[in-house]
C-alpha cells in the first residue's frame, strides 16, 4: 500500500497527462489486487458523469482492494534532438525563467522561439498542440 500510496502522490505533480492513445481518447487508472480473498461485496468506480460503474476483472481469482486514476505522463518530440522528451526536460532546457517567449501553434507543431532561437516540437494531433500550449501557460500564470 506504500508503494501504491506513493505512487499517486507522485502522480499528481504530471503537468501535462496523457489524453489519447492510437487516436482513441484514453484514461489510466492504477489498482491494489487481492488474490483469493473472501470478499464478496463488488468494487465500482466513478466515471466523468458521476455513474458509478461496476469493476469486472478477467481472472475471478483476484479481487480489488483499491483503484485510482493516473495521470501517465505524455511526451512530446522533440524535432532538433529527433526523440520524444518529457515535460520536465522541456521546461527546464527550452524555457528558462528569464527573458521573454513567444509559443504558438502550427497544425500538430509547437514553435518556441527564444529571442533568436526558434525550437520546433511535434506532437499528435493539433488539439494535443493546443492542450499542451494551455497546460504550459497555466503554469506560469497566478490563479486566483
Known sequence: MNFFNNLISENEKVIFPREVENTVDSNYEVAVLEKNSQRLLPTYMTD??????????????????????????????????????????FLNRYLPKVGVKVMSVLNNKVIIQNDDEVRLFSLKSENESERFIAEIASLFFIKN
Open 48 to 89: 466523468e458523469f458521476g455513474r458509478s460503474i461496476k469493476v469486472k476483472l478477467e481472472n475471478p481469482d483476484y479481487n480489488i482492494i483499491k483503484i485510482s486514476p493516473y495521470r501517465y505522463p505524455e511526451t512530446i518530440f522533440d524535432i532538433e534532438r529527433n526523440k520524444k522528451i518529457t515535460v520536465d526536460f
